[in-house]
């Protein structure tokens, strides 16, 4: 069994056609992501509602026996946290800046926070182990062991970099979603409050409405409606939600929310400006990649248009010269 599963390893054919079935399934689940997406919408904004009622047990049982923080979020996995406990990994591991980045990228709680320290461990070992394994025992593809060696500390740093390459990942595509619907989301929080509603109220119903264009962004939404509602400082609120998102336009939103609260300065007038801004910036942003299309197009229109054209072109005229000869 073992020889057979080493002999389907080292035959390229074998693996050709296992990479192309992997690129089939990744074709499938292309196109078939885009249809979950209003289930995915529905997990979020029940997942939502849930944080929001764990703030307002937390802010509660806080208020009652007067302790700074009280932690009733879901427990990480056993087996993690003690992974994580018995290394001390948020000693070596655990930085402010991961903590952050685990938030803007929508994982919250200390469930996310063991899962991290736990991969960032677990990645560089297990790929070390794996490529140390594949490139000694099975196939060493006829090299020698420095290379050998190099091949293995290279899967080893790929592993300690993966768990931040992923977070990466996912705050790129987050803030792209957010950048995109956020002046829509502005509009609407404009018009709520001008129509009368709290700042609170407003959030909650763009939350609502938005959920269509960005799930990210409604989910940040409904959290700030939340830590609104039940926070005793309602600036914290404001800067949590810049904290999460990680855009300037988020940025100078919060700001004009908290110089309104403390000055008194009008809300609609500040909304308006900024929802106009933003919309330029999203233009600004479309202008950009359209112009910079035209040196990405070069290098593409030299190795496949130019010789199909002189194909074209040169085919009759060598044709009749060929036929005269």
Known sequence: MISLIIDKITNPQFMLALLAAVAAAATVLTIAIPLTEGQNLQKRMKSVAVERDRIRARERERLSRGQEKVSLRQQPKAYMRRVVEQFKLSDWLGTETAKKQLAMAGYRGPQAEVAFLFFRMAAPIGLFLFATFYVFVLNDFGLSLTLRAGIVIAAAYLGIKAPEIFLSNQISKRQVSMRQAFPDALDLLLIC????????HAFRKVSAEIGGQSVPLAEEFALCTAELSYLTDRRIAYENLTARTGLESVKSVSTALIQAERYGTPVGTALRTL???SRDQRMNLAEKKAAALPPK?????????LPV?????LTPALTQVFKWQ
Do not use: A, C, K, R
């Open 275 to 277: 929802s106009q801004e």
């Open 309 to 313: 054209l002189f194909v074209i072109i």
């Open 193 to 200: 409050v001008e129509s009368g509603m709290s700042v609170e």
């Open 297 to 305: 197009l070069t290098v593409p229109m030299i190795l496949f248009f």
